[in-house]
Each structure stands twice: as structure tokens, then as C-alpha cells.
């Protein structure tokens, strides 16, 4: 009986774990789906674009109004509290390109969001601290906080408050040099057949950035942006400087003093293309290698903290009461 009850709970669990697995990436793969179907849509459908770009501004004008008078609010604000050292804000302006934010009220807004959050930090706690604390009732007694306490949080409020957009600007730059790491071999890739096709770097560029669209829309955008830049009238390495400095990544710089350098001597554009893409695609096998070789050291802790003191339970445990219940009484 007791053989036949432990198969059906392995084989009640098993059953769970399959579906939950099943109903997981159906939903995974199902987003995809929609994601790339919404991509498409995007990319083809101008007519629908058009309509909705034409069609009842009066109710779109409704829909943001709200939220047309905070961003006025927060650029108002951001205008107030912008750094006057040149130098800092100039830092904070590549920062947000490089997020992917290259409108100039961009660093205004982010400001303005940065006193919003410092003085909300300070609005919860004051909240906190009167109106909660005026709810309780006068016969319990609570300790005061002195007035150095309340300066500390204060002061912990305004810095953590000020401090978090910075925080959040810095993973969606590592977030987007990722996606940029991730499709950048394949543009290479694309680069090389046009050129081997007969068409020249500016041409290749724009047909790249025409192609990587639904793949990789990041990179897409960049490469439009340099073809943008070269049709103004821009200097070839000024571009790509341009590109490189929007990117911020070691593999781009080099690709583009490659470029220069192809450029400047009048090498084989093709050639210097495909061993950078073979040689960034060796260093994502070198990064994926070294993730997987810290693996061991950081499961070390979980192994410790969770793993371990339940295994010495269940080895130990039958044992000590065991031990527990023939010993201690013969012992007294």
C-alpha cells in the first residue's frame, strides 16, 4: 500500500510539472507570436497608420491630456534643478542617448522625475508619520523619534529618492547594449552580402537598417540614424564616430576605427566585416562561457543556506530521535 501511494504522488507530480512546463512556454512561445505579428503589422500596414495618425486627434487630445500636463509639469521642474556644470550635464545627455531617449527635453524630463520621486519619498514619509501615527490611540504609548531621526530620513529619503532614476537609467543602457551585443554580428552579416553584392557602406548601411527592423529594432534605428546623417551631407567618420559614441560599446568603437581605417586605405570593406563578426561572435561563446564557469562558485551559497540543512535534516533527523528517546532516558 505504501509502494503503491508513493507511485501515484511521483505520478501526481510528474503530470503537474509537465503541464505547468507545457502551459509555460506555450505562453512564452505565444507572446513571441503576437510580438512578431505586431511587428509586422507595424512595419506594413501604412494605411492603418496613416488613418490613426489622421483620424480623431479631438480624442487623442483627450486620452493624453493628463499626462500632457505632467510631462509640462516635470520639464518645468527639470528646467529648475538641471545642473549648471556643462560638463554634468552633457554626461547625463549621452547617458539617455545611449538608453535610446535622443529628444533634447529628454534630460529636462528626467530631472523633473527626479525631484518628483525625491519629494514623493518625502510626502510618504510625512504622510507616515502624521497621519498614521496620529490614527493610534492616546492611552498606548510609543516611543518618540527624536529630531535627528526624522533629519536622517529626510535626508535618506531625498538621497534615495534622487538616486533611483540613476539606478534605473544605468540598467536600461546595460539592457540595450545587450539587445545591440545580441544582433550586432547578424547586421554585420547583412553588411557583408551587400557589399559582396556590389553596393557601397553608405548603401549597406541603410539597406541593413531597412532589413533589421523586425529582427532587431535598436540596431535598425541606429543604422538609420547614420544613414540619416549621411545623406545630410556628414562626413562618413563622423557617423560612425557619431554611432559609436551613441552605442557606447568596446566592440563597436572598434569596428568603426576598423571601418575608418578600411576606409582611409581603401581596403576590403568585406573582408574587415567578416572577421569582426566572427570575432564578436567568439567573444559572446567567451562571455557565455565565463557565465557558465561562475556558476558553481554562486550556487555555492544557496547550496548552503537551503539545500544543505535539509538534507542534514533528513539524514540526521531520524537519528537524533531516535538517540533522543533511548538515551536521555536511560541518562535521566
Known amino acids: 500500500m505504501g509502494n503503491t501511494a508513493l507511485i501515484i504522488s511521483v505520478l501526481v507530480f510528474a503530470g503537474i510539472t ?22 509586422i503589422k507595424h512595419a506594413t500596414d501604412v494605411s492603418d497608420l496613416e488613418e490613426a495618425k489622421s483620424g480623431h486627434p479631438d480624442k487623442h487630445n483627450q486620452d493624453g491630456s493628463a499626462g500632457k500636463h505632467i510631462s509640462t509639469l516635470l520639464l518645468q521642474l527639470g528646467n529648475i534643478i538641471k545642473p549648471k556644470n556643462e560638463e554634468e550635464a552633457s554626461q547625463t545627455r549621452r547617458d539617455l542617448v545611449r538608453a535610446g531617449y535622443r529628444k533634447g527635453s529628454s534630460i529636462f524630463l ?29 492611552d498606548i504609548e510609543i516611543q518618540g523619534i527624536s529630531n535627528f531621526s526624522v533629519l536622517l530620513y529626510t535626508v535618506v529619503g531625498l538621497l534615495s529618492g534622487f538616486y533611483l532614476p540613476n539606478l534605473w537609467l544605468r540598467f536600461k543602457i546595460k539592457d540595450r547594449q545587450s539587445k545591440i551585443l545580441e544582433g550586432f554580428p547578424d547586421a554585420l552579416d547583412l553588411m557583408i552580402v551587400c557589399v559582396e553584392a556590389g553596393m557601397g557602406l553608405d548603401a549597406a548601411i541603410a539597406r541593413t537598417a531597412k532589413e533589421m527592423e523586425l529582427s532587431n529594432k535598436i540596431i535598425s534605428d541606429e543604422f538609420k540614424m547614420v544613414s540619416l546623417e549621411l545623406r545630410a551631407g556628414k562626413l562618413r567618420r563622423d557617423a560612425l564616430k557619431n554611432l559609436a559614441a551613441r552605442i557606447g560599446l568596446e566592440d563597436v568603437n572598434s569596428l568603426i576605427s576598423l571601418l575608418i ?21 567568439e567573444k559572446r561563446f567567451q562571455r557565455a562561457e565565463e557565465l557558465a564557469a561562475k556558476l558553481p562558485v554562486k550556487l555555492v551559497f544557496p547550496l548552503i543556506v537551503f539545500i544543505f540543512p535539509s538534507i542534514f535534516v533528513v539524514l540526521l533527523g531520524p537519528a537524533m530521535i531516535r538517540i533522543s528517546t533511548t538515551i536521555f532516558p536511560i541518562l535521566g
Open 261 to 281: 581605417q578600411t576606409d582611409k586605405f581603401g581596403t576590403s570593406v568585406a573582408q574587415a566585416l567578416r572577421v569582426h563578426s566572427d570575432a564578436m561572435r
Open 110 to 138: 528626467f530631472y523633473g522625475v527626479k525631484f518628483f520621486i525625491a519629494s514623493l519619498m518625502i510626502i510618504v514619509y510625512v504622510f507616515y508619520k502624521v497621519m498614521i501615527l496620529a490614527l493610534i490611540p492616546d
Open 18 to 39: 509537465m503541464i505547468s512546463c507545457g502551459l509555460y512556454y506555450y505562453v512564452i512561445l505565444r507572446n513571441k507570436r503576437v510580438a512578431l505579428v505586431d511587428k
